[in-house]
């Protein structure tokens, strides 16, 4: 019984322990998740999305503006959520580009 008890209470803290470290990554600032935002928009620049899909590029780049105003109002998990949709917005900038026939 005495064993049975002490798996219960380390399965608890485990789970406790998960959660924690859940919501403490959360909590945190998206210094990662905005680096690889921008990094997606300087692809799809460099691959001439410009000239190609202007409006996604543009769309992109918004979603990164309002991530960094969300950074500085110190709401991070909004700032997470639009760098990751400025980044997806950018993949798929760079995607269409890369589809693109070639200008002449």
């Known amino acids: 019984m005495f064993r049975v008890a002490n798996w219960r209470v380390l399965g608890a803290c485990a789970w406790l322990s998960a959660t924690a470290a859940i919501v403490g990554a959360c909590a945190s600032a998206p210094v ?16 001439g999305a410009a000239a190609v899909v202007p409006d996604q590029l543009s769309a992109a780049r918004g979603e990164l503006k309002r991530a960094e105003e969300s950074l500085r109002a110190g709401d991070y998990r909004t700032a997470r959520r639009e760098a990751e949709a400025a980044r997806a917005q950018a993949a798929r900038a760079l995607a269409a580009t890369q589809a693109a026939p070639p200008a002449h």
């Open 32 to 47: 990662q998740t905005m680096s690889d935002a921008r990094q997606a928009i300087s692809a799809a620049e460099a691959a």
